[in-house]
């Protein structure tokens, strides 16, 4: 399937890497289909572009690479589903001060590539903690 | 709006199955129980605002920052 991007123009991309929301991302509620790719081999970065919008992609990164303490309750829903969890990353121009999302982070069926943001209600996490540093610890105590 | 006026441990009803206890009153802090099925979404406002801003301020804007990123 060629995708059309902002940053690297029309890319040919497998089909497989199709992932369909049935739980938006808040505020994309018109955005359903995106592909997930990994930045590199090894690298714990992940695009998410949008199939409908060149203009949108998000950085997502593997949470328990940056957060290995991250946990993550899921509903009865989840039960015996193979999923894989991910947090939309937040560059900053100061890259060291970019932030992950551990509130809402977005979950994917690996199998049936339904994907959903989840909102960890009750949980300790903030929409802004530093990738960076080696610290769950909220910018802003929430 | 719907005004409706309840007491502590008193609730009321949304629909067939989504049910609303006022738990606690305390100055200006009410705690409030749900019970509501598994698929209907219970946030509080504030918080699902801001993801809804985080996300949108997440998109990303410059080929530049990512560039430096994985330069890394």
């Known amino acids: 399937m060629l995708v059309k991007t902002l940053f690297w123009g029309n890319i040919e991309i497998e089909d497989e890497y199709k992932i369909r929301f049935i739980s938006p991302i808040l505020g994309f509620e018109e955005e359903k289909e995106f592909v997930l790719i990994k930045e590199q081999e090894d690298s714990p970065f992940y695009w998410l572009q949008s199939l409908r919008t060149p203009e949108l992609a998000f950085l997502l990164a593997d949470p328990f690479v940056f957060f290995p303490e991250y946990t993550v309750e899921l509903d009865e829903s989840y039960k015996d589903r193979n999923i894989a969890i991910y947090v939309i990353v937040s560059l900053n121009e100061n890259f060291k001060l970019s932030t992950a999302n551990l509130v809402a982070p977005i979950v994917v069926d690996v199998d049936t590539k339904e994907a959903s943001q989840i909102i960890l209600e009750n949980s300790l996490y903030t929409t802004r903690h530093y990738i960076f540093e080696n610290s769950s610890n909220p910018v802003v105590a929430g | ?72």
Do not use: C
């Open chain 2, 1 to 72: 709006m719907l005004v409706l006026t309840r007491k502590r441990g008193q609730s009321i009803l949304v629909g067939d199955d989504v049910e609303i206890t006022i738990l606690e009153i305390d100055r200006d802090h009410v705690k409030l129980g749900i019970n509501a099925p598994k698929s209907v979404k219970v946030y509080r406002r504030e918080l699902y605002e801001e993801i809804k801003k985080t996300n949108v301020e997440s998109i990303v804007k410059s080929k530049d920052l990512i560039e430096e990123l994985f330069k890394k």
